[in-house]
C-alpha cells in the first residue's frame, strides 16, 4: 500500500466533518450567540483577559492543544501496524477529541472562563469539583513530563537543533512586542518577520552555530530538561500577549505550513508504506510500548485523536482571549481536525520508514539486538541526516527521519536531507514547547486556587509572589518525572492520565448540556465518554500490573515505580468518582 489513499480519503472525511458536524454542534446543540459578550470584555485586564483576532487566537489554541502527542503518539502507536492507528485517529478526532473542545470551551467561555474543575463544580457538585481539580493537576504534571521527554530526547546533543528552539524565543518577545506596542494591530507584518527570521534560524543555524559557538549547546539530557524548565517558568509568568500568544502563534503557522507541505509532498511522493497494516506486536511483546492492540493502541495515540489536556486549553487561557462567541466552532473543533491530520500525517511518515529501521531508533541498542532484525538503511540515513539516530527513543528523531526522506525526495531537494531532518526536529520542538508555555500557565491558575484555599491572595492570578511560587512549584514537579523516567514509563502513564482526564471532561460536557435543557442531544459526548472510559481504564489496570509494580521491582526504581503506580490510581479513582456523581447528577435532572 502507499500513502496517497489514505491521505485522500483524511482530507475529504476531515473536510465533510467540519461543514456538517460542527455545524450541528454549533447550532442545535450549543447554539452560539454572536451578540453574547466573552470573558475577554467582561473582565478585561490586559494581561490575562484580552481580546485576540480570532486567526491570532486560533494559532495560539491550535499551538497549545498540538503538543508532542499528535507527533509522538502516532510514531510510537506504528508498533501495532499502520491500520489500527489510522483509523482510531480519523474516527476519534470527529466524534470525540472536536466535540470535547467545542462543549468545553463554549461551556467556559459562558462562565467567565472559568476552569474545568471550577465547570464540573458548578454543574456536578462540589464533590465533583474537588476531584476534578486533583485529576487536573496530576494530569497536566504527567503530560508536561512526557511531551518535555520527547524534547529532551530529540535535543540532546545536537547544537544545531538547540540554537534554532532558541531563536524563536527572542522572535516571540519582539512579534509580541511589535504587534501590541511598537505597531499596534500589524499582525501580518509580525508575521512575515517570525517566519522569515525561524526560516533563517534552521537555514544558517548549522554555520553559526559550528563557527561561532561551537559545542556550548550541544547539551545533555539534564542541562535540555533545566532549559526547558526555565523557558516553561518565565512563559508562566510573563503576559500572555508578550510571549505566549506570539510565540504560540508563530509556532501554529510554521506548524501549519510545514504541515501543509507534508500534505502536499506525501501526495507527489506517495511513498510505499512499509509498516504492516498490523504488526506481529498485536498481541503484546512489543519493545516500544508494553501491551495488547487493545486496549494500549487508544492510550498511545492520545492527543490524536482526543486529548483531556485540550480541555484544560479550552477551559484555561483560549476563552479569555476569545473575541466572539463564534469563533469557538474554528478555534476549538477546527483546530481539534487538524490536530487529528498532524497525527495521520506523522503516521504515514513513520510508516514509509523500513520496519527495522523503525525499531532500531525507537527501541534502546541491547533491546533491538534482542529483536533479532537487521536495519535496511539505518547506516544511510544516519549520514544523511549528519547526525547518530540509532537508539534514539521517544518517536521524535523517527519522526523527524521520516519526515526528511518526504522532504528530500521532491524535485530539487536531493541532497538537502540534513537540513530537513532538523528543520523537522525544530517544528517538534515547537509543537511540544508551545504546550509546555501554555500547560506550565494552566497549571498555575490551578495550583493558585489550591493555595487560595489557605492563603487567600493566591487565588489572584496577577499577585507576583503567589505567580512565581505555584510556576515554580508546577515546573519543579514535571521536570522531576523527565529526569526520572524513560518512554516506556512516562508515555503509558501521560496516554492513561491524558485520557481518563478527557472522560472527566466529557462527563462534565454531557452534564452542560442535560442541564441547557438539551438532554436529547446528550448523546454527542456520553458514547465517546463510555468508550474512552472502558479502554482507558482497562488500559490503567493493566498497566499497573504489568508495567508500573514490576518496575518497582527493580534495583533503583521502586520510587519511580510506586509513585507511577500511586499516580494512576487517583486518577483512575478521581475518574470513576467524577462518573458516578455526573451519573447521580443526570438521574436529577430527569
Known amino acids: 500500500m502507499r500513502a496517497l489513499p489514505f491521505m485522500i480519503g483524511t482530507l475529504c472525511v476531515l473536510a465533510l466533518a467540519y461543514r456538517y458536524y460542527s455545524a450541528f454542534l454549533a447550532s442545535k ?28 487566537l486560533f494559532g495560539h489554541h491550535f499551538a497549545a492543544i498540538t503538543g508532542a502527542g499528535p507527533l509522538i503518539g502516532p510514531v510510537l502507536a506504528a508498533q501495532f501496524g499502520f491500520l489500527p492507528g489510522f483509523l482510531w485517529i480519523l474516527i476519534g478526532v470527529v466524534l470525540a477529541g472536536a466535540v470535547q473542545d467545542f462543549i468545553i470551551l463554549t461551556a467556559s467561555s459562558r462562565r467567565d472562563g472559568k476552569s474545568l474543575a471550577e465547570i464540573a463544580r458548578q454543574e456536578i457538585g462540589p464533590v465533583a469539583g474537588f476531584t476534578a481539580a486533583i485529576a487536573v493537576l496530576f494530569v497536566i504534571i504527567v503530560a508536561l513530563a512526557g511531551l518535555g521527554l520527547a524534547v529532551v530526547n530529540a ?3 545536537s547544537s544545531w537543533g538547540v540554537f534554532t528552539i532558541a531563536c524563536s524565543i527572542p522572535l516571540a518577545l519582539f ?34 552555530q559550528t563557527s561561532f559557538i561551537g559545542p556550548a549547546l550541544s547539551l ?75 486496549p494500549f493502541v487508544f492510550i498511545t495515540i492520545a492527543c490524536g485523536a482526543i486529548s483531556g489536556f485540550h480541555a484544560l486549553v479550552a477551559s484555561g487561557t483560549t476563552p479569555k482571549m476569545l473575541n466572539n462567541e463564534m469563533d469557538i466552532r474554528p478555534i476549538a473543533y477546527g483546530a481539534m481536525l ?17 520496519p527495522a ?114 510556576s515554580g512549584l508546577v515546573v519543579g514537579t514535571w521536570s522531576y518525572f523527565i529526569l526520572t523516567g524513560s518512554v516506556s514509563t512516562i508515555w503509558p502513564m501521560f496516554g492513561i492520565a491524558n485520557q481518563l482526564l478527557a472522560v472527566i471532561a466529557l462527563c462534565v460536557a454531557t452534564t452542560v448540556i442535560i442541564n441547557m435543557g438539551k438532554r436529547r442531544y446528550a448523546w454527542v459526548t456520553l458514547l465517546p465518554m463510555i468508550f474512552i472510559a472502558t479502554t482507558t481504564l482497562t488500559a490503567g489496570w493493566q498497566s ?23 499516580l494512576t490510581v487517583v486518577i483512575m479513582i478521581c475518574a470513576v468518582i467524577i462518573i458516578t456523581a455526573s451519573g447521580l447528577r443526570w438521574k436529577r435532572s430527569h
Not at 459578550?37 to 483576532?53: L, M
Not at 526528511?404 to 525526495?409: D, I, K, T
Open 338 to 354: 487538524m490536530e487529528g491530520l498532524v497525527g495521520i500525517t506523522a503516521l504515514i511518515a513513520a510508516s514509509a520508514l523500513y
Open 29 to 56: 446543540v450549543v447554539a452560539l450567540d454572536p451578540a453574547r459578550q466573552t470573558p475577554a470584555h467582561t473582565h478585561y485586564d490586559g494581561e490575562n483577559y484580552h481580546p485576540t483576532n480570532k486567526w491570532v
Open 155 to 157: 535535543l540532546h546533543e
Open 544 to 566: 499497573i500490573f504489568q508495567n508500573f509494580l514490576p518496575l518497582a521491582a527493580q534495583p533503583g526504581k521502586a520510587f519511580i515505580g510506586l509513585t507511577n503506580t500511586a
Open 357 to 470: 529501521d523503525y525499531f532500531a531508533i525507537n527501541v534502546p541498542a541491547a533491546k533491538f539486538a534482542a529483536l533479532g532484525m537487521n536495519p535496511v538503511n539505518l547506516s544511510t540515513l544516519a549520514s544523511q541526516v549528519g547526525e547518530e539516530v540509532a537508539g534514539r527513543t521517544g518517536g521524535a528523531v523517527s519522526l523527524a527521519v521520516g519526515m526528511a526522506q518526504v522532504f528530500s525526495a521532491l524535485p530539487g531537494m536531493k541532497g538537502l536531507m540534513s537540513y530537513w531532518y532538523h528543520f523537522a526536529i525544530m517544528f517538534e520542538a515547537l509543537f511540544i514547547l508551545t504546550t509546555i508555555d501554555t500547560g506550565t500557565r494552566v497549571a498555575r491558575f490551578i495550583a493558585q486556587e489550591f493555595l487560595g484555599k489557605i492563603y487567600k491572595p493566591f487565588e489572584r492570578t496577577d499577585w507576583m509572589p503567589g505567580t512565581i511560587l505555584s
Open 220 to 294: 545533555s539530557p539534564t542541562r535540555v530538561t533545566i532549559a526547558i524548565a526555565a523557558y516553561g517558568f518565565i512563559a508562566s509568568i510573563l503576559p500572555v500577549w508578550m510571549l505566549l500568544c506570539p510565540r504560540d502563534y508563530l509556532s501554529s503557522y510554521m506548524k501549519l505550513g510545514t504541515i501543509a507541505f507534508l500534505i502536499i509532498g506525501l501526495i507527489w511522493v506517495n511513498p510505499p508504506l512499509h509498516q504492516p497494516m498490523f504488526s506481529s506486536f498485536v498481541g503484546g511483546g512489543g519493545p516500544i510500548i508494553p501491551g495488547k492492540i487493545f
Open 175 to 208: 512579534m509580541g512586542l511589535y504587534m501590541y506596542r511598537f505597531r499596534k494591530g500589524k499582525i501580518v507584518e509580525a508575521t512575515v518577520i517570525g517566519v522569515l527570521g525561524l526560516l533563517a534560524a534552521v537555514i544558517f543555524g548549522k554555520h553559526i
